[in-house]
């Protein structure tokens, strides 16, 4: 008896580890996904509540997606319109009418000028954006048909968007795709020494789109000036 037991439990054990073989693929994503659901927190922008925050296009509430939950900035980061300055021309895209916040502006023709000591030449397409102005940006996808989730990996909600703070800029060239253009391999390489970050890089983790355009110099690498 006393080996009897030894032996009947190896059979056991056995047998379970060839019976459940075949599902350990399945166990393993089982395992996962519960993972998920019981420690939400472990895993980067994905939560288990669902997100309070709203915003309202017309008259329509929107929940604010996960991605975008938690970041509305603050009433005091939001630029005070009056305080806006303009972009020179020929930093401008076509005639466009661009205003970003002092220092921003200054730090930004720095950074310009040292580009074309390089021969690569920056243009900006958008700087300083209210909330109304994001409302309209997101109206009109909206009227396009296009699903709001799908809108909002690209542009943010109204209240959430670097834009409103007039320290971020967005680049544009022509004809090729910025993340692939000289501009852009420059901003890599020389935006950091001016102070400006890349505020959504290729490998985000926070499921937005990349954006190689977009640009922000933040507050605590303003020109004391302003
Ligand atoms: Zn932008």
Not at 3 to 24: D, E, G, Q, W
Not at 50 to 65: G, M, N
Not at 78 to 105: H, M, N, Q, W
Request: aromatic share 14%.
């Amino acid at each position: 008896m006393i080996r009897v037991f030894p032996n009947i439990s190896h059979l056991f054990t056995k047998y379970i580890a060839s019976s459940i073989k075949p599902y350990y693929s399945l166990i393993v994503r089982l395992f996962f996904i519960l993972v998920i659901l019981i420690c939400p927190g472990l895993i980067p922008g994905i939560s288990r509540a669902e997100c309070q925050e709203t915003f309202i296009i017309d008259t329509t509430e929107y929940s604010v997606p996960l991605w975008w939950c938690g970041h509305r900035l603050d009433s005091a980061a939001l630029a005070d319109p009056s305080e806006l300055v303009r972009l020179p021309e020929k930093l401008c895209y076509a005639d466009f009418r661009i205003y970003v916040r002092p220092g921003t502006r200054d730090a930004l023709v720095t950074m310009a000028k040292s580009a074309a000591n390089d021969s690569v030449f920056l243009v900006v397409k958008s700087g300083y954006r209210s909330l109304w102005y994001q409302r309209r940006l997101i109206k009109n996808r909206l009227e396009k048909e296009i699903p709001i989730d799908d809108i909002l990996r690209l542009v943010a909600p109204p209240g959430y968007s670097e834009h409103h703070t007039g320290r971020a800029v967005d680049f544009v060239t022509d004809g090729v795709f910025f993340g692939k253009s000289a501009e852009y391999q420059w901003l890599k390489e020389n935006a950091a020494s001016f102070g400006f970050v890349e505020s959504f890089p290729k490998d985000t983790s926070r499921i937005i789109h990349w954006e190689p355009w977009h640009w922000y110099l933040p507050p605590e690498k303003h020109e004391i000036s302003e």
